[in-house]
């Protein structure tokens, strides 16, 4: 039986699951496309995160039966290629919805509040900080949601039970009357719902319909006062564009978890901005969700070892033509 390569680490107890199946676990020396490529062969499953996994390192794996994307966000795997090579991917598009859904309303009340120079305020004493700096509420007003999955869904109910909040949401594939049930109004016009929005949350995959979909007319929709968000992935938006906007005060201030790069120069122009409120991509990454992760795409890739069908498969025509473990000298624990 050949090794799990973790390209990048992950909770302890998702290595404990995969041991106790009798499942060797390595950990990458590095977590860039090269470095894999090199480590990988020999490697019956691989689990990553936020690093994917490239055409490169899976051409490498000779021996590779199951890719396991620990999170939601699948599109730094080469899924087609996989898929091509007959290579399950798994994914666990629920275990971090409410640690990412908690992220997007923490940063929604930051920018409103302050929270950042409110702070650096009171480490110098400056109490009269309150006089010069106003600061809002949440409470209720319009957010618009764009993207209505899970994450979506559950940060649009925490706002709207807990804030009072009217929801509209723009997802083309959801369905209108399924929303109004949930108290949520569909909007069909991207635009429309950025006019008509308070706070807007982003909460969509990347794909080539959704690279740079908030572009300076996108921006230029908002209302001097809104506030943006974005806990989805960092090219949905147009960053020069944003900057420029928020240079203007075409809105009042954003709060981005992701970013078209994370590896940002120290003269980033959203580094010298007042208005924003920046985190290094930790949505889902609290302990309990990261616990959560581990756990279920260890699961899945000791499923797909054991020709189980797994909960979430990202490619299921794959499956009839799935690598499969050979039964002899197989050292995974059937159960």
Request: glycine share 8%.
């Amino acid at each position: 039986m050949g090794f799990c390569l973790l390209v990048q680490p992950i909770h302890e107890v998702g290595s404990q699951v995969l041991a106790e199946a009798g499942i060797e676990t390595r950990l990458a020396s590095a977590s860039d496309m090269s470095t894999v490529a090199q480590e990988i062969p020999g490697a019956v499953a691989v689990i990553t995160r936020n690093a994917g996994l490239s055409r490169e390192a899976i051409a490498a794996a000779e021996d590779l039966r199951v890719i396991g994307n620990h999170g939601t966000g699948y599109d730094p795997i080469d899924v087609p290629f996989a898929t091509e090579r007959g290579v399950p991917v798994v994914s666990t598009p629920e275990a971090n919805v409410q640690s990412v859904a908690e992220l997007a309303i923490s940063l929604m009340l930051a920018v409103a509040k302050r929270l950042l120079p409110a702070d650096e305020a009171t480490r110098k004493g400056l109490f009269t900080f309150k006089y010069h700096h106003p600061t809002g509420e949440i409470a209720g007003k319009t957010v618009g949601i764009v993207g209505y999955g899970r994450i979506g869904r559950r940060t649009a109910a925490i706002l709207r039970d807990a804030f009072g909040m009217r929801v509209l949401a723009y997802s083309p594939s959801a369905d209108a009357e399924e929303l109004r049930a949930h108290g949520v109004t569909k909007i069909d016009r991207l635009h429309d719902l950025l006019r008509a929005s308070d706070v807007v949350s982003l909460h969509l995959p990347l794909t080539e319909k959704s690279e740079g979909l908030i572009g300076a007319a996108e921006l230029a929709c908002l209302k001097p006062s809104a506030l943006l968000i974005n806990t989805s992935r960092g090219p949905v938006i147009d960053e020069p564009a944003l900057v420029q906007a928020l240079q203007r005060h075409q809105l009042a201030g954003a709060g981005l978890d992701v970013y078209v790069s994370e590896a940002m120069d120290e003269d980033d122009p959203l580094l010298a901005l007042e208005n924003t409120v920046l985190t290094p991509h930790i949505g889902g990454s609290s302990q309990e969700a990261l616990e959560r992760t581990a756990v279920q795409v260890a699961e899945q890739v000791i499923a797909v070892l054991r020709d189980e069908h797994p909960t979430n498969l990202v490619n299921p025509e794959v499956w009839s033509r799935r690598r499969r473990v050979a039964q002899s000298g197989s050292s995974l624990n059937p159960g």
